[in-house]
């Protein structure tokens, strides 16, 4: 499992959000990890978890160690105590209903005082440092500089995906792998109407350029955008893969031609060579269009 950062690393990190994200994405870290304790206890009992029970419901059902608060002393900070007498930054505090018992524990005391078996803690505290996995991936990615992927602001994202966006933080790679799988064919429809009209201003753009008088054909064709090979697979990925599925159907020389173009240019895109975006497009549609796929 990949470390997660240092907590230095994280608190100067932390430094460059404002108060709203900061609240926001500590909101949402505590949150991913009371869910997911109450996720793990529940499926060690057998518990289905439906979209309608409520967190009360679940837990009179569950009728065990809930999870209650996770409260966090600042960096550098150690003013909580373990049930042990360690000084904690981090503190749990969990309660029993039914004993009516509350303790507050370091995450390394949380077997030994409420005698949750240590392979369900060990799922858990694993979820929990999966979550600080994504904490850390949100803060790089603002220090990096991100923008929302094109099309999302036309889907129906949940509230707290939203209100992510809103107050200016950005997605983890989870949370836009999930959006990219529930919205999977809604963004390829959108992709695919953006893709082809760029391909019409590039083909007009290009009318336009051969019927201009011979000086000024030196001007740029369009604002020049770096294309790269991530970029070029993140867009044309799926269509790429249809065409590899279907092309024993080109059954032309041409055809075949053009497909062994575009392979070579992607692979030369990796390579670093120079990569001529409209010449793709305009080839990788051609074959789309022969093999009925578009
Ligand atoms: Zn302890």
Known sequence: MPKPLTENEVNRLTKLLDDRKRTFLEDYVKQSKKS???EQLARKKGIVLQDNMSTTDIWSKINDWELKEILDGGYGERPYRCECGMPLRF?????HRQENKTYRLG???LTNYTMLSPDLIKDITNGFHTIDLERDNILLKFERGWAMPEHYDILPLPEFIT???EVGLPLSTKQLD????QFKQELQRRRR???M???ARIREQRFKVASMPRHA???PIESPEKITYEIVLSRHLDQLKQIRENEVKLNSPQMQTKWHNIQQMIKDLKGGLAFDYSKFLIQMFELLYHLGLY
Do not use: D, M, N
């Not at 503190?91 to 309660?95: E, I, L, Q, T």
């Not at 999930?178 to 799988?181: G, P, S």
């Open 91 to 95: 503190c749990y505090v969990v309660h």
């Open 107 to 109: 995450e390394t005391c």
């Open 193 to 195: 109407e953006q893709e």
């Open 178 to 181: 999930k959006i990219e799988q």
């Open 36 to 38: 997911r304790w109450l």
């Open 217 to 219: 054909s030196g001007s």
């Open 163 to 165: 209100q992510q966006i």
């Open 197 to 199: 009209a760029r391909l």
